[in-house]
Structure formats: C-alpha cells, structure tokens
Nanobody
Framework: VQLVESGGGSVQPGGSLRLSCVAS????????MGWFREVEGKSREGVAH???????DYRPSLKDRFRISRDDAKMTLYLEMNNLTPEDTAMYYC?????????????????????WGQGTQVTVS
C-alpha cells in the first residue's frame, strides 16, 4: 500500500485547510485509515481515524475543528481542518491499517497502523 498526502501549506490563524491522501497498491482498498501529526522534537500523535463503515474517532481536543472523511471510489482520505491555530503546526501523516476496522479509542495509536505516507507540512502563523 502506498500513501501520498497533499494539501498542506501555510495558513493564517483562523484559516482552514483540507488535506488529502491517495492510496494505491494491491491491498489499498477497504482499510481503516487515519491521520497523525508530528511536531519536530515531539512524539507523533493520532488525530483521527475512520473505518470502512465511516465510523470515526477523534483526538478529543480536535474533534470540534477537524473532520475526517473518505471517498473509497477515489481511494482518497481527507482531513478538513478549521479555525487553525499555531499549535496545529506540524507534519501531517496519512496511515492505513491492514484491517478494515479501527480500534475504538479516543485517538488512533501509531502501533495500530502499518502503512505510512511521507507527510505534508502544515504551518499556521
């Protein structure tokens, strides 16, 4: 499975961005998928995940501003981010599990995901 993120960039506080992640490969369909972010010098943290039924979980602190969605016909995962703050500045990574279901958790955990994209930088300033 190959994952390629796009949509990152620089935005002012209060602005919005939509990240995309295109999946490809023989086993790319029907996977639990998620978004993570990493600030340099800190651990990568889960943002949200979505299973093949559309069930979602979010990091509680982000739930009101971020929305994860997927379009399986396009094999694309999205992350809509609104009312961005400088604290949202990070490299954002797309990830996929080998399973169609996601663990039910307040936020996705790195160890549960098996495929990773290269990341797309989001800078809010």
């Amino acid at each position: 499975v190959q994952l390629v993120e796009s949509g990152g960039g620089s935005v002012q506080p209060g602005g919005s961005l939509r990240l995309s992640c295109v999946a490809s490969g023989n086993d790319a369909k029907q996977k639990c998928m998620g978004w993570f972010r990493e600030v340099e010098g800190k651990s990568r943290e889960g943002v949200a995940h979505i299973d093949v039924t559309g069930r979602t979980d979010y990091r509680p602190s982000l739930k009101d501003r971020f929305r994860i969605s997927r379009d399986d016909a396009k094999m694309t995962l999205y992350l809509e981010m609104n009312n961005l703050t400088p604290e949202d500045t990070a490299m954002y990574y797309c990830a996929a599990r080998t399973a169609s279901w996601c663990y039910s958790a307040p936020a996705p955990a790195m160890g549960d995901f098996h495929y990773w994209g290269q990341g797309t930088q989001v800078t809010v300033s």
